[in-house]
């Protein structure tokens, strides 16, 4: 079945510093894919999303793109915060199917 | 629209007793999906509708839970009888159809005591 596998954290860094969150998924298909963010206390927020390939989601400064070729949608920003600091979640849809998840990123950043 | 609505926000039961969690599905969405999320297991996916038919509950733990969408824009989860494996935090989200992102309520922090 689809699946998604999410880069292990946690992470930490530092402020300023470049972040990658690795995310690759199998389906069949041409599923869209998203990355949400889970702060403290609240549930799960679209961060940005893909839905064919080569596309690039952007929001907040983060990027990913949709690579067909390596079935990967890593998360990346140039510059981290520390207000990034949560729990990023990279997940696929395919048709009717039910949003699958990766199991996770906490990514913490220092000042 | 105030987005996906859950309720309670926060419930401590005693084992035994029965858990209702309720939720309003943002106007126009056809799809509904309730999640459980613990540190141990992460985000897991109880039971998914599509225009209020369950299409997939194979992640329901066992016969002490049960799922129903009454109408169109409203779901209930419950638990009967309650167990303290069961504190979690449940979500429910909700979207317009297949292929678009999901929005997520705040969640109910569920303890069983």
């Known amino acids: 079945g689809d699946s998604v596998t999410q880069m292990e954290g946690p992470v930490t860094l530092s402020e300023e510093a470049f972040l990658t969150i690795n995310c690759t998924y199998t389906a069949t298909g041409y599923p869209s894919l998203f990355w949400y963010v889970q702060y403290p206390g609240e549930g799960l927020q679209l961060l940005l999303k893909?839905?064919?390939?080569?596309d690039k989601g952007s929001n907040k400064g983060f990027e990913a793109t949709y690579r067909k070729e390596t079935t990967s949608f890593h998360l990346e920003k140039g510059s981290v915060q520390v207000s990034d600091s949560a729990v990023y979640f990279c997940a696929l849809s395919r048709g009717a199917q039910k949003l699958v998840f990766g199991q996770g990123t906490r990514l913490t950043i220092n000042p | 629209d105030a987005g996906v609505i859950q309720s309670p926000r926060h419930e401590v039961t005693e084992m035994g007793q029965e858990v209702t969690l309720r939720c309003k599905l943002i106007s126009g969405h056809n799809s509904l999906f309730w999640y459980r999320q613990t540190m141990m297991r992460g985000l897991e996916l109880l039971i998914y509708f599509n225009n209020n038919v369950p299409i997939d509950d194979s992640g329901m733990p066992e016969d002490r839970f049960s799922a129903k969408m009454p109408n169109a824009s409203f779901s209930t989860l419950k638990i009967q009888p309650s167990e303290p494996r069961d504190s979690a935090v449940y979500f429910c989200?909700?979207?317009?159809?297949?292929?678009?992102?999901?929005?997520f309520g705040q969640g109910t922090r569920l303890t069983v005591v």
């Open positions: 989200a909700s979207r317009l159809d297949s292929n678009t992102e999901a929005f």
């Open positions: 893909a839905t064919k390939a080569d």
